[in-house]
């Protein structure tokens, strides 16, 4: 009976532990494992570029189209100079290259877009992006348009648009609806203006150009059409019911480009937009009086 207690007690005593029994056969380590080393993240591409001029980081709900219009740009040259495959998949903090290789980016970076005939109006499509081949370069520069004022200028002929100063500045302006202004520019709240109207109102081109960009890609611009005039300027519609464009197509000044609607806004309206090498600017101050 002694004998039973002194082994109860020894199995009780806690410095005296069971032996931990492998059945692997292999000795038993009392050192932990050390884990494998975490392999740090790949960096976004183009981070040997971040901060030079000509170049563009990739902000959270950033697209190539978005990005187009605030460089001043075709989103497909964008996709081209960076040798996108899928436009649609680029990463937040990604650097793209937002002018033409080769060119300097604090000069004229492309040759304007010639328009060379007025072209058919036609249906656009609903696609927004893709990979599709570039729009072709220009080779030759803008003319100024010599078209009469479009019904929206409610002018006559001689009516233009402030004295060019120079170059690309040279644009022919109209307006490119026939209604009321119900908002102004604010560079905080408003990049452009909102013009009132019907839906079905016809919105015309502004100027002589080629259109970039024509769906519903952007958010908080409804049905969209983009259209670049030089190497300086492009000019947006925005909230629009029907298209009448495609990209690549040349427009000409006071050409019917789309019908007004409410494609992404609470009214009928057209948002009007200009854009100077990407950066919005008072259409009032260009437009001609009426």
């Known amino acids: 009976m002694a004998v039973a207690a002194a082994v109860l007690a020894g199995c009780a005593n806690p410095s005296h532990r069971a032996p931990v029994e492998?059945?692997?056969?292999?000795?038993?380590?009392a050192t932990p494992t050390p884990a494998a080393p975490e392999t740090a993240p790949k960096p976004p591409p183009g981070q040997e570029n971040l901060g030079k001029p000509g170049y563009y980081a990739v902000k959270p709900g950033d697209t190539l189209i978005r990005i187009g219009l605030e460089n001043g740009q075709n989103w497909r040259?964008?996709?081209?100079?960076?040798?996108?495959?899928?436009?649609?998949?680029?990463?937040?903090?990604?650097?793209?290259?937002?002018?033409p290789p080769g060119a300097d980016p604090n000069g004229v970076v492309v040759r304007p877009v010639a328009p060379t005939a007025r072209a058919e109006s036609r249906p656009a499509s609903g696609s927004a992006s893709g990979a599709s081949a570039p729009a072709p370069a220009a080779t030759a520069p803008a003319a100024a348009s010599t078209a009469s004022a479009s019904p929206a200028s409610g002018s006559s002929s001689s009516s233009s648009a402030p004295a060019a100063r120079d170059g690309d500045d040279d644009v022919n302006w109209t307006w490119p609806a026939a209604g009321s202004v119900v908002a102004g520019f604010d560079e905080v709240r408003s990049k452009g203006l909102s013009i009132a109207g019907k839906a079905g109102d016809p919105v015309y081109a502004a100027a002589d150009g080629r259109v970039v960009y024509a769906g519903s890609g952007l958010r908080g611009y409804g049905n969209l059409i983009i259209v670049k005039h030089n190497a300086t300027y492009l000019s947006a519609y925005a909230h629009n019911q029907t298209l009448l464009v495609k990209e690549d197509q040349a427009v000409r000044r006071g050409q019917k480009i789309a019908e007004m609607g409410a494609s992404d806004a609470d009214r009928v309206q057209l948002h009007f937009e200009i854009r100077r090498q990407g950066k919005p600017v008072d259409p009032a101050k260009l437009l001609p009086s009426r």
């Open 22 to 29: 492998d059945r692997s056969g292999r000795p038993v380590s």
């Open 77 to 99: 040259d964008i996709a081209r100079w960076n040798n996108l495959e899928n436009p649609d998949r680029i990463e937040v903090g990604q650097v793209v290259r937002v002018v």
